[in-house]
């Protein structure tokens, strides 16, 4: 460990911006270093190394035993992209299965200072995808004891119903 604070963000595709900025802007802040980690839902943990890094296989039987996937090399071009006006630098950590407990996982293995993530894509997908799976950001907040940024990525003003609600 390097006595840096760390600030773990959850990412994935289309996340919006803003998460990754804020997340930067606190790292930055705190003098930590920033760590993302995107969570392959389609695979599961089977091993860990002593830096988070997970050893992972597909969920599907029948796909054939594939090498751990690295982090995607979009993503983490798009991620320099976004966070290149900022001077905070970052590594990227691949995980698999459950997000929530991927994440909160890691933080432990890491002592994360905080964990970042953005609240659901709007939307019927991203509704339905809360209702179903749950919140990451509300697993966390229950499941684990380290503080959780919840950035809102799609903010309703005070009179607009929520996503989720109908009038």
Do not use: K
């Not at 997340?23 to 760590?35: E, F, I």
């Not at 002592?111 to 950001?137: K, M």
């Amino acid at each position: 460990m390097d006595g840096l604070a760390v600030i773990l963000v959850g990412v994935q595709a289309g996340l919006p911006d803003d998460v990754l900025r804020e997340a930067a802007r606190l790292a930055r802040d705190l003098g930590g270093r920033l760590v993302c980690a995107h969570v392959d839902l389609n695979r599961y943990a089977v091993g860990e190394d002593p830096d988070g890094s997970v050893h992972s296989r597909p969920l599907d039987p029948d796909l054939p035993d594939q090498e751990d996937a690295g982090f995607d090399a979009d993503l983490a071009a798009h991620i320099d992209d976004v966070l290149a006006d900022t001077g905070v630098s970052w590594t990227g950590r691949e995980l698999a299965g459950d997000p929530a407990f991927a994440l909160a996982h890691l933080a432990d293995a890491l002592h994360a200072r905080l964990i970042v993530v953005g609240t659901h894509e709007p939307g019927l997908r991203g509704g339905l995808r809360e209702f179903f799976q749950g919140s990451v950001a509300t697993h966390l907040a229950h499941r684990q004891h380290r503080p959780v940024l919840v950035v809102p990525t799609a903010p309703v003003s005070g009179d607009e119903p929520l996503p989720w609600e109908s009038r």
